[in-house]
T-cell receptor, first 115, second 112 residues
Framework: GAGVSQSPSNKVTEKGKDVELRCDPI?????LYWYRQSLGQGLEFLIY????????KSGLPSDRFSAERTGGSVSTLTIQRTQQEDSAVYLC?????????????FGPGTRLTVL | QQQVKQSPQSLIVQKGGISIINCAYE??????FPWYQQFPGKGPALLIA?????SEKKEGRFTISFNKSAKQFSLHIMDSQPGDSATYFC???????????FGSGTQLTVLP
């Protein structure tokens, strides 16, 4: 079956513009995560969705960042009024349930460049 | 606050050698410690994971050693191959949380 897919693979935008990044998780996976990977850094947690529960937004760095997950499947991460420090690779992962032992499967990421 | 510290930042080993990457954590509530492997242009993929009730876990050429008292764990890659050249991330997770806390990564190069 298909893995986690993300689009676009690359996005170049101008400072101040809004961007939307899309994630299609593995079919049937109830948990979905967004992480950010800055150059030379590890992955930084942004937000977590589990089924119909309220998302864990504790990792969002500012109110310019938001995410939604429609129908328990596709998720969109929105960054408003982008800043240069938002430049990073945004990774989405999904897992089959919320139990902590379940493996997170990552997509290839969206490389965001803010000029 | 970096809760998982990883070293070295980069590592070069000869083919057939042993690659060792170390991680240290601060939060004693962590109870699951995976290692991820990432190739350029790809997302990280789970390589091997351990829980703190065991001191070692081996899968093929990959071994995790875990020292609970020292709050340290390490990845050993035996008989390293050029195909192992990638970036390796250690991570940790609390049982009550779902997200992973990652180390900063180690870029491994295995010379042919």
């Amino acid at each position: 079956g298909a893995g986690v897919s993300q689009s676009p693979s690359n996005k170049v935008t101008e400072k101040g513009k809004d961007v939307e990044l899309r994630c299609d998780p593995i079919s049937g996976h109830t948990a979905l995560y967004w992480y950010r990977q800055s150059l030379g850094q590890g992955l930084e947690f942004l937000i977590y969705f589990q089924g119909n529960s309220a998302p864990d937004k504790s990792g969002l760095p500012s109110d310019r960042f938001s995410a939604e997950r429609t129908g328990g499947s596709v998720s969109t991460l929105t960054i408003q009024r982008t800043q240069q420090e938002d430049s990073a690779v945004y990774l989405c992962a999904s897992s089959s349930s919320g139990s902590y032992a379940n493996e997170q499967f990552f997509g290839p990421g969206t490389r965001l460049t803010v000029l | 606050q970096q809760q998982v510290k990883q070293s070295p930042q980069s590592l070069i080993v000869q083919k057939g050698g042993i690659s060792i990457i170390n991680c240290a954590y601060e939060n004693t509530a962590f109870d699951y410690f995976p290692w991820y492997q990432q190739f350029p242009g790809k997302g990280p993929a789970l390589l091997i994971a351990i829980r703190p009730d065991v001191s070692e876990k081996k899968e093929g050429r990959f071994t995790i050693s875990f020292n609970k008292s020292a709050k340290q764990f390490s990845l050993h890659i035996m008989d390293s191959q050029p195909g192992d050249s990638a970036t390796y991330f250690c991570a940790a997770r609390r049982g009550s949380a779902r997200q992973l806390t990652f180390g900063s990564g180690t870029q491994l190069t295995v010379l042919p």
